[in-house]
C-alpha cells in the first residue's frame, strides 16, 4: 500500500511559479514511477509529467515542456513538480500517483495509487 499526500497549490499570478511536492509512503516507492496529473474543472484528467525511479527519465505534456520539471528524492520518499511560467491554462486541481511498474505510462488508468490533489490557480 502506498499513501500520496501533495502540497505547495495556490494562487499565483501568470508568469509566476510554484513547487508542488508529494510525500509517499510505503517501502517501494523508490521503484515505482511517480506522476504528477491534473483535471480542470470539465475537462478530464490528464499527465503532465512522469519520472522513473532513479529520475534518468522524465515525460512531459507537449503544454509543459520547457516550463515544468519533474524530480524525485527517493531518501525522502518525495516527487516534485517545478511550475514557471505559469499560464491561467494551468489552472486546475493537480494530483501525484503512482504505478506499480518501473514503465513510465501517460494514461492515468494505469496509475495504482493517488492524492487527493492540490488547487493550482493562477490569475491573468
Known amino acids: 500500500q502506498v499513501q500520496l499526500a501533495e502540497s505547495g497549490g495556490g494562487l499565483v499570478q501568470a508568469g509566476g511559479s510554484l513547487r508542488l511536492s508529494c510525500a509517499a509512503s510505503?517501502?517501494?516507492?523508490?521503484?515505482?514511477?511517480m506522476g504528477w496529473f491534473r483535471q480542470a474543472p470539465g475537462k478530464e484528467r490528464e499527465i503532465v509529467a512522469a519520472?522513473?525511479?532513479?529520475?534518468?527519465?522524465?515525460y512531459y505534456a507537449d503544454s509543459v515542456k520547457g516550463r515544468f520539471a519533474i524530480s524525485r528524492d527517493n531518501a525522502k520518499n518525495t516527487v516534485y513538480l517545478q511550475m514557471n511560467s505559469l499560464e491561467p491554462e494551468d489552472t486546475a486541481v493537480y494530483y501525484c500517483?503512482?504505478?506499480?511498474?518501473?514503465?513510465?505510462?501517460?494514461?492515468?488508468?494505469?496509475?495504482?495509487?493517488w492524492g487527493r490533489g492540490t488547487q493550482v490557480t493562477v490569475s491573468s
Open positions: 500517483a503512482t504505478r506499480r511498474s518501473g514503465v513510465i505510462n501517460s494514461t492515468p488508468e494505469r496509475y495504482d495509487y
Open positions: 510505503g517501502r517501494t516507492f523508490s521503484t515505482y514511477v
Open positions: 519520472i522513473n525511479w532513479s529520475g534518468g527519465t522524465t
